[in-house]
């Protein structure tokens, strides 16, 4: 047998599962891990800052510190049920606290993206869900956090914190009464601040005002009368459109404190939302008195700058209206009403440039109309007539709003949740990260252990994987994990573990089996050859093992040492049908026709049950011309494996050649249910359904294997014949020209039977 450098060999033709069968070997590293001592005096590192105790009393264990020791109790016990509970509390928990952190950091997507890890870790945490249905509420998704806590009540409808939220969120969908009953039981017998300022919203959407009302006096006797109290209290009136009780609640908050911060702004803006322009003086002065003690307030600019520009005070209203810009620049309406100021004032180019500049930022919401208006009317005024007119026809017809998250309901949400404590400004030691770091790392690794030793490879690898994003320098995490993904057949995660493990351990030949094995089934043959040439001489006679190697040597330009590996097959397994296969499949890769074929008889001989070997011998067959015999071959194929896609392809293909397109198309459809983006199988099912007549389908079959691969001339043509019998001519000849094209503008064909294409 001879083996060229260039040769093409055939890919690993057993499966994963039959490779184990034959190398048993392969499953004897233990999986390791970190024996839990005993539990040290003090805590290992402690989660946080313990409280000052006074004498004789108990220092109160952190909760990640106690589930952690829990587990370890429990592993040593050889409980790894009750230990698998105890790691998924300590990462829940762990979880939850850097989530945290990451709200305080305002960085809102990577908080939801662990809440959503703490919550699938431990699935009995309702806090960890509540937490989760949040912060999906607080950034505008309403479904997903109705979803998580309806879930929770499901499984206890005691929740409380689930029944506030979720009463929030029927609120914020206009649902008051379902809030108000999902509220009251939240309140219970509790004081919670939350839920019953967001009860006192509800009742007066509900125009209940006696009921809020009510609410608001329990709140001031439970928690005291004070600004920031009647300020909040305040805001649920100006809501409501309850201009003089807002207005006395804001009064009542400068009473207690005449420094509390946005109760004159606040005012200022009922006061123009209740007697409109005829209170534009007492209006301004609540808006001045604010900027005294609060120069940075965004609201009290903005409104100061339009009370200015209807009093055409132009000058002075562009200034605050910059200033309104500068503390807010993602606001639309400032730039609007500074744009009217600025052309008004003179300064007209500077003007139209900041209503562009609202229009950008109102994007597709109807709230643009106004401003489209007012561009148009600027531009009209300067002579710019089409471009005035298109602004105009814009403000006619304006788009529908793109349904984003707006503005007030932004607000709305701020308001129910305006009650919730903040930890903001919290310095957070960096021995506090890292001690979370660390039990998250080893909470994963240890439960990832217990799952490979359930054979459960899959999720073993998964968690393996978790643990080394925290806390990588776990000893034995590489060689776990790597091993975890090898046995759960996911090659290219496994190959960096495993990498890293063979360069600290060079003489670990179940690791450097396993990482060569890595690379070959992800078609790295070079690196295959590399691992495995070291321990060529000591390789066990395995028939996998030595076939992945000759083929990796072969594949790599080492056609000597294939050779070798291959007659080392021979000389060893002779008796055995896969050894066979392999040879077999090795000939027919060099086309060596007579040599392969008798090497599948001889795998049949042994075991006429064994799969791909019928395959080998149709793909000689066809090769070779004889049709009929490639049939029988691939259906003896298809008697001992079934609905494999490509035998099921290869007799398909034959069957369309002999005309037989119904039984070519039940065949193609199958392998097309299995490889729908295979864009061989969509050309040569099309091309069966033209033949049959069915056209629609065809067409669909044809235009997916275009799209699929846009270079092969065949399906054009076939397309081309497609169209035309459905009478869509043009779309048939462009279609044919584009094949004409791909094929170098050669002869066209000129029957409707079907094209030969290269196999």
């Known amino acids: 047998m001879t083996l060229s450098t260039g040769s093409r060999c055939t890919t690993f033709v057993l499966s994963v599962a039959a490779l184990f069968s034959i190398a048993p070997f392969l499953l004897q590293p233990a999986f390791a891990q970190e024996k839990p ?37 429990f592993q040593l016990a050889g409980d790894l049920q009750s230990t698998e509970v105890e790691y998924r509390k300590v990462i829940s928990l762990a979880l939850q606290r850097l989530a945290a952190l990451r709200v305080l950091a305002q960085d809102d997507a990577q908080a939801v993206s662990l809440l959503q890890s703490a919550a699938a870790a431990d699935p009995s945490d309702a806090e960890a869900q509540i937490s989760l249905a949040s912060m999906y509420f607080r950034a505008g998704d309403l479904k997903n956090a109705k979803d998580v806590l309806q879930s929770v009540l499901a499984k206890n409808d005691r929740q409380l914190a689930a029944k506030s939220l979720l009463g929030k969120i029927l609120f914020t969908q206009g649902d008051y009464a379902g809030a108000a009953t999902e509220l009251r039981d939240a309140l219970g017998n509790d004081s919670d601040l939350d839920a019953a300022y967001s009860l006192a919203l509800t009742y007066l959407k509900l125009d209940q005002v006696a009921n809020a009302t009510n609410v608001f006096d329990e709140m001031l006797v439970a928690l005291g009368s004070t600004a920031e109290l009647h300020i909040l209290i305040g805001r649920a009136y100006q809501e409501a459109e309850k201009f003089d009780l807002a207005s006395a609640e804001f009064r009542k908050a400068l009473q207690l404190n005449p420094a509390v911060p946005r109760a004159h702004s606040y005012l200022g803006m009922v006061i123009l939302r209740d007697k409109g322009d005829a209170a534009l003086p007492d209006a301004r002065r609540e808006f001045e008195a604010e900027l005294v003690r609060n120069p940075t307030d965004y609201s009290s600019h903005f409104y100061l700058g339009v009370i200015q520009f209807k009093e055409q005070q132009y000058v002075s209203a562009q200034r605050d209206l910059s200033e309104a810009v500068k503390l807010r620049p993602e606001s639309p309406e400032a730039y609007f009403h500074l744009g009217q100021a600025q052309f008004e004032g003179g300064n007209r180019e500077a003007g139209i440039a900041q209503l562009r500049k609202s229009i950008e930022l109102y994007g597709k919401s109807s709230e643009a109309q106004p401003v489209h208006q007012a561009l148009a009317k600027a531009l009209e005024s300067l002579g710019q007539h089409e471009e005035a007119q298109r602004e105009a026809s814009t403000a006619t017809n304006p788009q529908a709003s793109a349904g984003g998250d707006s503005d007030s309901a932004k607000q709305l949400r701020a308001m129910l949740t305006s009650g919730a404590s903040s930890a903001g400004g919290q310095k957070v030691p960096p021995q506090y990260l890292a001690a979370l770091k660390e039990a998250l790392g080893n909470a994963y690794h240890n439960l990832g252990v217990i799952y490979a030793q359930r054979a459960q490879y899959s999720e073993a ?170 049939e029988k071959d691939f259906r003896a194929e298809l008697a001992v494996n079934p609905r494999d896609a490509s035998t099921e392809f290869r007799l398909g293909h034959i069957l369309l050649i002999q005309q037989r397109h119904a039984e070519a198309v039940e065949l193609l459809a199958d392998v097309v249910r299995q490889k729908p983006d295979d864009a061989d199988t969509q050309y040569e099912l099309g091309t069966a359904l033209l033949g049959k007549g069915d056209l629609k389908p065809a067409t669909e079959s044809l235009e997916t294997a275009v799209r699929l691969k846009p270079d092969q001339p065949f399906a054009y043509y076939q397309l081309s014949l497609a169209y035309r019998r459905q009478g869509r001519v043009q779309e048939a000849d462009s279609t044919l020209r584009h094949y004409e094209k791909l094929k170098g503008n050669g002869p066209k064909a000129t029957s409707d039977s079907t094209s030969e294409k290269p196999l």
């Open 37 to 73: 001592s005993a539990p040290p005096a003090a805590p290992r590192k402690p989660l946080r800052k313990q409280p000052a105790q006074s004498p004789g009393a108990k220092a109160q264990e952190d909760p990640v510190e106690q589930h952690l020791r829990a587990a370890e109790t």
């Open 461 to 630: 690898a998964g968690l393996f994987a978790d643990a080394a994003k925290w806390s990588s320098d776990i000893k034995a995490l590489d060689r776990n994990w790597g091993t975890a993904s090898f046995r759960a057949q996911q090659y290219e995660m496994a190959i960096q573990p495993l990498d890293r493990v063979l360069r600290s351990n060079p003489d670990d030949p179940n690791v450097r089996q396993m990482l060569a094995l890595s690379y070959f089934m992800t078609n790295n043959f070079q690196r295959s050859a590399e691992i495995f040439r070291p321990i060529l001489a000591t390789l066990p006679d395995t028939p996998s093992l030595l076939y992945a190697a000759g083929i990796s040597l072969a594949r790599s330009g080492d056609s000597q040492g294939a050779s070798e590996i291959f007659r080392r097959m021979l000389q060893r397994g002779s008796n055995s049908a896969e050894v066979h296969l392999f040879l077999g499949q090795a000939h027919d890769a060099q086309k060596e026709d007579t040599e392969a074929l008798d090497e599948f008889s001889q795998a049949l001989k042994l075991n006429p049950q064994l799969a791909q070997v019928n395959y080998g011998v149709g793909m000689v067959h066809l090769r070779q011309g004889n049709i009929e015999l490639a």
